[in-house]
């Protein structure tokens, strides 16, 4: 992030969604139960002539009048034998009602809160696709938003509309007579003990980086993590997982860097890319070491144990920064992305920018919806800088966007739920199809599932988005290195990860077991 900020409109309603794990599924993740892989995905069993029950007023949802009038908005209303009540989910994943011959469609293609769900002729479009999922949610596959009873309402007559998804009633729906849609994964789910690269590659949206210093990211990985230098006689040492799919051997650290200072010179990247994150060579805003570059973490202030095992984050202090140019197979301009980071609440500040994820090669900024990546701290830039306060103090998940971080498409947060997170170890999730919606979500590492701050569409200037292909880690894209804060584990994918492979990395992160 860095630049001038953008203008800023009225901030809209972000809404807050705990993401219960899925109790039923089709991949054991590190040995505590069942996760489902991919409930969003098209049907192996369509539903046919079946009604849709709202879970919260226990009525259909119904085209008015049977009408086929194209444009005719669905509502809820007593479940009868109506040929407006029967609907049927197809293997296209659409949602048909009068033999097929008129589909569930989201109006004039809209993926903003409160758009109409209507009827209109089946054409194909991701419009008119649905995804039926296991938590009781149906949402669109062009939006991500929620099939939702208006203003929560369970009367006759109530109106359907989509809106950011938020595990209420009114959103949740019953397919009830009829043969039951199946959601099954349009991958092999992963076998037993996979780790989050692994259940990424699974859902379809596999990593293009896998960066830790604490384990691995893939159940087959038995590489180094990262590399550290000792001060005494600038000699190096990759220190590696004490075997495939392990923890870090923190005691062949602890044996290098006796009685001396050790550095952290590079971050290595899990993946087959090799995207490996040496220190920043500086940009924009010079670092503090030669030439302006950045520095690197001191290897041995960040210790805690993960798996009962004894390990080192990096604790990026001002000033610190990783970064690869050019990063082989990244997401660049409009392509989707996803990423996820491992992080805590115990070291943040207001500073720009604790960030990990993609920006610009230049290291300068080069515009609006140039970079894309989570940025972790206290900074309500909007309100710093625009006028537009943020509810609460945080630290907040944030989406660097460049020329702002954002909570929301308007900027600042505005939920009273969201005033800040604080666990010691925070999961901190992103994504972005590149034009029409991002997504923010976090979690505690230690355990339990996520939440959703924010789903909805891109800011404005932003969409389609302009992403450039250098990861970097503890600055912003122009090498703002004023953030600081702690990094243990993280991962960009290519491709918009579904709600149930987060799910499902969150598991295998909570399975991990990070203690300080």
Not at 22 to 38: C, K, S
Not at 124 to 145: C, H, K, P, Y
Not at 355 to 375: L, P, V
Request: hydrophobic residues 30%.
């Amino acid at each position: 992030m860095s630049g001038q900020p953008p203008e800023v409109k009225p901030s809209g309603r972000p809404l807050r969604l705990t993401m219960a794990l899925a109790a039923v599924g089709l991949a054991t993740v590190m040995g505590i139960g069942t996760v489902r892989i991919a409930s969003a995905a098209a049907p192996s069993v369509a539903a046919q002539d079946a009604t849709i029950v709202g879970g919260q007023s226990g009525r259909c949802l119904d085209v008015p009048n049977s009408s086929t009038n194209n444009g005719t908005q669905v509502q809820l209303f007593d479940c009868g034998s109506a040929t407006g009540q029967r609907w049927t989910y197809s293997a296209s994943m659409q949602l048909t009602v009068y033999n097929g011959s008129k589909c569930l469609d989201a109006n004039g293609k809209g993926t903003s809160n409160g758009t109409q769900v209507i009827i209109w002729d089946c054409n194909g479009q991701t419009n008119q696709q649905w995804n039926i999922n296991s938590s009781g949610a149906i949402t669109g596959v062009q939006s991500g938003l929620c099939v939702d009873a208006n203003g929560a309402g369970t009367a006759n007559g109530t109106k359907i509309i989509l809106w950011s998804c938020n595990g209420q009633g009114n959103q949740q729906w019953t397919v009830s007579g009829g043969s039951t849609p199946t959601p099954t994964p349009t991958t092999s789910p992963p076998p037993a003990g996979s780790l989050p690269c692994d259940l990424y590659a699974a859902g379809g949206a596999p990593c293009i980086t896998a960066h830790s210093t604490t384990r691995a990211l893939f159940a087959a990985y038995n590489g180094p993590l990262y590399q550290v230098q000792r001060s005494s006689d600038k000699q190096y040492l990759d220190v590696r997982v004490q075997s495939a799919g392990g923890v870090a051997n923190g005691a062949a650290q602890d044996s290098f860097c006796a009685n001396t200072g050790c550095t952290i010179t590079k971050i290595y990247d899990q993946t087959a890319n090799h995207n490996d994150l040496p220190i920043s060579w500086g940009g924009l805003w010079g670092g503090p070491g030669p030439n302006g570059a950045d520095v690197g973490a001191d290897a041995k202030a960040l210790p805690l144990t993960v798996s009962g095992q004894k390990a080192y984050g990096v604790k990026v202090t001002s000033g610190v920064g990783y970064r690869v140019d050019h990063a082989k197979n990244a997401p660049t301009g409009a392509q989707p992305e996803g990423i996820y980071l491992v992080t805590s609440s115990n070291y943040v500040n207001d500073q720009c920018c604790f960030d990990y994820g993609s920006g610009e090669n230049s290291h300068t900024d080069t515009g609006n919806a140039t970079m894309n990546a989570i940025e972790w701290g206290t900074a309500c830039w909007f309100g710093t800088w625009a006028n537009n306060p943020c509810v609460g103090t945080g630290p907040w998940v944030e989406a660097d966007l460049e020329n702002g971080m954002y909570h929301t498409n308007t900027g600042s947060n505005k939920d009273p739920n969201n005033s800040g997170v604080h666990f010691p170890f925070v999961s901190a999730w992103e994504k972005n199809n590149g034009t029409t919606n991002f997504t923010l979500k976090y979690g505690n590492a230690n355990s339990g599932g996520l939440t959703r701050p924010y789903s909805g569409p891109l800011p404005n200037g932003y969409s389609p988005m302009k992403n450039d292909s250098s990861i970097l880690l503890g600055t912003g894209g122009d090498n703002s290195h004023y953030g600081i804060g702690y990094f243990f584990e993280g991962a960009v994918t290519a491709g918009y990860p579904t709600d149930a492979t987060e799910d499902a990395v969150q598991a295998s992160i909570v399975a991990a077991g990070y203690h300080f």
